[in-house]
């Protein structure tokens, strides 16, 4: 018999998920969710680097068959795409919701309406699980929906599916509620961070984050049809030029977390958003680049994971304009 569930639901019978809740909510008066430590009041209206208040910013939510296998899973993953973002990546696909501070506050929501979209996932579409899609400014908001969606039913894992610039100190307040987490690993040399994603020290917050997140829950683990029920998958897009330093970020993954880590390398990279008017990253990556990456992971003895292939770009083109799904026309 399947006795599987969530961590989120013994902490909800304990008390602990209200505690938490909280606590974090507390955080929103000086804002210090996420590395960028703003100190604004989050709840009194007040906006800092993400561009966001009090209110969770749902841009979309749908059953998603483009994620990672485990997470997509036969049904579909539960995406609740959240607006708005602590970085500002110059190629972003996503960029019509997280660059466009202004339509995004015609998209906040009541936490109340965050826990029924949970629900109409799980229940509705029977998603295998909750996908928080750029989650990282809406912790506190998300924590809250939980502590209203449990006692309705929701007993499906939770996807942290993030950049990776999330502070260490808001992950530690996710122990135990998380079950998959999915962070990037997108830069080695904080330069670019800074110049193609609007943040000075991506590469130390992203790796302390990975840590922390590989110490709450481990190795990727799947129940007997292959969908994730706890672990981390780490994320990598493969960028032009090397930009994304892919020999020395997957050698850091390989010796500070573990060979043995479910990694995605992703090729969907294609100049999105600004990208096209700057001529490092106006172009999709060169097949050298991508072989490079591939042999790299051999090299490694990194066999856990995922590999996208070269066509990636034609598939992975959102549209958030669109009615009803943004991957389906």
């Given at each position: 018999m399947d006795t599987f569930e969530p961590g989120y639901l013994k902490l909800y019978r304990s008390g602990e998920l209200a505690k938490?809740?909280?606590?974090?909510?507390?955080?929103?008066?000086?804002?210090?969710?996420?590395?960028?430590?703003?100190?604004?009041?989050?709840?009194?209206?007040?906006?800092?680097?993400?561009?966001?208040?009090?209110?969770?910013?749902?841009?979309?939510?749908?059953a998603h068959r483009g994620e990672e296998p485990p997470v997509s899973g036969s049904r579909g993953?539960?995406?609740?795409?959240?607006?708005?973002?602590?970085m500002r990546c110059v190629y972003c696909q996503n960029y019509q919701i997280s660059q466009d501070w202004k339509i995004q506050q015609g998209n906040e929501v009541s936490i109340r309406t965050l826990a029924a979209d949970m629900l109409v996932l799980q229940d509705r579409l029977k998603c295998h699980n909750i996908?928080?899609?750029?989650?990282?400014?809406?912790?506190?908001?998300?924590?809250?929906?939980?502590l209203e969606a449990v006692p309705e039913g929701l007993h499906v894992p939770l996807v942290y599916n993030t950049s990776g610039y999330d502070s260490v100190g808001t992950l530690r307040l996710l122990e135990g509620i998380i079950d998959v987490y999915l962070p990037d690993i997108r830069y080695a040399d904080n330069r670019w961070a800074k110049e193609y994603s609007?943040?000075?020290?991506?590469?130390?917050?992203?790796?302390?984050a990975i840590k922390e997140m590989y110490r709450q829950v481990g190795n990727l683990v799947v129940d007997e049809n292959g969908v994730a029920r706890r672990g981390l998958?780490?994320?990598h897009l493969i960028l032009p030029e090397d930009i994304a330093g892919s020999e020395e970020s997957l050698r850091?993954?390989?010796?500070?977390?573990?060979?043995?880590?479910a990694l995605s390398v992703m090729a969907?990279?294609?100049?999105?958003?600004?990208?096209?008017?700057?001529?490092?990253?106006?172009r999709r990556i060169k097949y050298e680049e991508y072989s490079g990456?591939?042999?790299?992971?051999?090299?490694?003895?990194?066999?856990?994971?995922?590999?996208q292939e070269m066509d990636a770009p034609e598939n992975y083109r959102p549209d958030f304009a669109r009615e009803g799904h943004p991957f389906e026309g």
């Open positions: 938490r809740a909280g606590e974090l909510n507390e955080h929103l008066s000086a804002c210090n969710i996420c590395p960028h430590n703003c100190g604004v009041n989050r709840l009194a209206g007040e906006r800092g680097f993400c561009h966001s208040a009090y209110l969770p910013a749902v841009s979309s939510f749908c993953s539960g995406t609740i795409f959240f607006g708005n973002c602590n996908n928080l899609v750029t989650p990282s400014h809406f912790v506190p908001q998300i924590i809250k929906a939980l609007g943040v000075p020290d991506y590469v130390e917050r992203d790796r302390e998958i780490v994320r850091w993954l390989a010796r500070e977390v573990s060979p043995d880590v969907q990279y294609y100049p999105a958003n600004k990208a096209d008017r700057i001529p490092a990253l106006s990456v591939v042999s790299l992971l051999r090299r490694l003895d990194m066999n856990n994971g995922w590999v």
